[in-house]
């Protein structure tokens, strides 16, 4: 069993990377993900190619997932690739108001259709997306906050 830790687009991110990995307290191996584009300005970032690109890694392990912003879609596009190999996911963040509404749709119809594994952590007042707009998404945990912080370790573990 492998559990990723899949962040958000920024660089800013690394930290919460770093936290989430320290904080779990799960059997099997952790892998935290540093997105290349953070030390290599050149690097494209595109969440399919991120998916297909950390399927071929996994072998046939089972994997749970937790991932934060931009991450999220990462994680539903895995989820679409893997879905026997999945086990459990907990979006947070998930940023509905920065991205396209394929993407939008993509999250959406995901979560939709594994709705057993995945549960959603989402900030009340998140600038990127509040809990009003992913809601209906599925099992949605709304945390009183109104940034795009997430460092929800305790219910990382519980969810997971």
Not at 106 to 118: A, R
Request: overall charge negative.
């Amino acid at each position: 069993m492998q559990t990723l830790i899949l962040p958000g687009y920024s660089s800013i991110n690394k930290s919460w990377v770093d936290e989430v990995t320290n904080n779990l307290k799960l059997d099997g191996i952790i892998r935290p993900f540093y997105w290349m584009h953070w030390s290599d300005e050149s690097s494209r970032f595109d969440p399919k190619e991120k998916a297909e690109l950390i399927v071929k890694h996994l072998k046939d392990d089972n994997v749970r997932i937790i991932a934060k912003s931009i991450g999220t879609l990462v994680a539903c596009n895995l989820i679409s690739l893997i879905p026997d190999q999945v086990t459990k996911i907990i979006l947070c963040g998930v940023p509905v108001r920065d991205i396209s509404k394929e993407d939008f749709d993509k999250i959406k119809e995901v979560c939709s259709l594994y709705k057993n594994k995945i549960t959603i952590i989402q900030n009340i007042n998140d600038p990127h997306g509040t809990f009003e707009d992913v809601k209906e998404f599925g099992k949605v945990i709304p945390k009183e906050s109104s940034d795009h912080n997430y460092p929800y370790y305790e219910d990382f573990n519980h969810n997971l």
